[in-house]
T-cell receptor, first 116, second 117 residues
Framework: GAGVSQSPSNKVTEKGKDVELRCDPI?????LYWYRQSLGQGLEFLIY????????KSGLPSDRFSAERTGGSVSTLTIQRTQQEDSAVYLC??????????????FGPGTRLLVL | AQKITQTQPGMFVQEKEAVTLDCTYD???????LFWYKQPSSGEMIFLIY??????QNATEGRYSLNFQKARKSANLVISASQLGDSAMYFC??????????????FGKGTLLTVNP
């Protein structure tokens, strides 16, 4: 079946512009996660959705970052007034409901963001 | 303190040999899960194996096995019969199931494995 998809795969933008990153989770997966992977760093948790609700936004680095999820499916991560330090790979993951969801998170291919 | 420590920035192994990638973790939560992911140069994170803190047996998935030593807080990944396609970055991660944060994974910094022909 189809895995987690993300778009765009690559994004180059100028400092100060806004960007939107999209994630389409695996069908039926109720939980959705955003992570960020900066050059030479591990993965950093950003935000988690259960259905359309985001119980924990504490991983978002600043108020320039926001995310929403509609219809319990697609999620959009928005970065306003981008800065060069926002350059990273943004990874989305999803997991199924119940106990199975505790045992794995399936990741998408990521969006590589470069802020010039 | 780091929750996940991977002490080997890079490892080399000869094709067809076995290799062990180290991972130690730090948690006071009695219920947790440990994960290994593979990230090839293409960038996608591929789930390999999961071990629950209450699981009695070490997890195995094909050529991957997890050497879980609870008292030592280690969860090493063993890859048997290495293949050239195993060359990638490998990440160890933990999920703590209590305290209201039983969803996010905390990752180590990774180990870059190179399989030589």
């Amino acid at each position: 079946g189809a895995g987690v998809s993300q778009s765009p795969s690559n994004k180059v933008t100028e400092k100060g512009k806004d960007v939107e990153l999209r994630c389409d989770p695996i069908s039926g997966h109720t939980a959705l996660y955003w992570y960020r992977q900066s050059l030479g760093q591990g993965l950093e948790f950003l935000i988690y959705f259960q259905g359309n609700s985001a119980p924990d936004k504490s991983g978002l680095p600043s108020d320039r970052f926001s995310a929403e999820r509609t219809g319990g499916s697609v999620s959009t991560l928005t970065i306003q007034r981008t800065q060069q330090e926002d350059s990273a790979v943004y990874l989305c993951a999803s997991s199924p409901p119940g106990l199975a969801g505790l045992k794995t998170q399936y990741f998408g291919p990521g969006t590589r963001l470069l802020v010039l | 303190a780091q929750k996940i420590t991977q002490t080997q920035p890079g490892m080399f192994v000869q094709e067809k040999e076995a290799v062990t990638l180290d991972c130690t973790y730090d948690t006071s939560d009695p219920s947790y899960g440990l994960f290994w992911y593979k990230q090839p140069s293409s960038g996608e994170m591929i789930f390999l194996i999961y071990q629950g803190s209450y699981d009695q047996q070490n997890a195995t998935e094909g050529r991957y096995s997890l050497n879980f030593q609870k008292a030592r807080k280690s969860a090493n990944l063993v890859i048997s019969a290495s293949q050239l396609g195993d060359s990638a970055m490998y990440f160890c991660a933990m999920r703590e199931n209590s305290g209201g944060s039983n969803y996010k994974l905390t990752f180590g910094k990774g180990t870059l494995l190179t399989v030589n022909p």
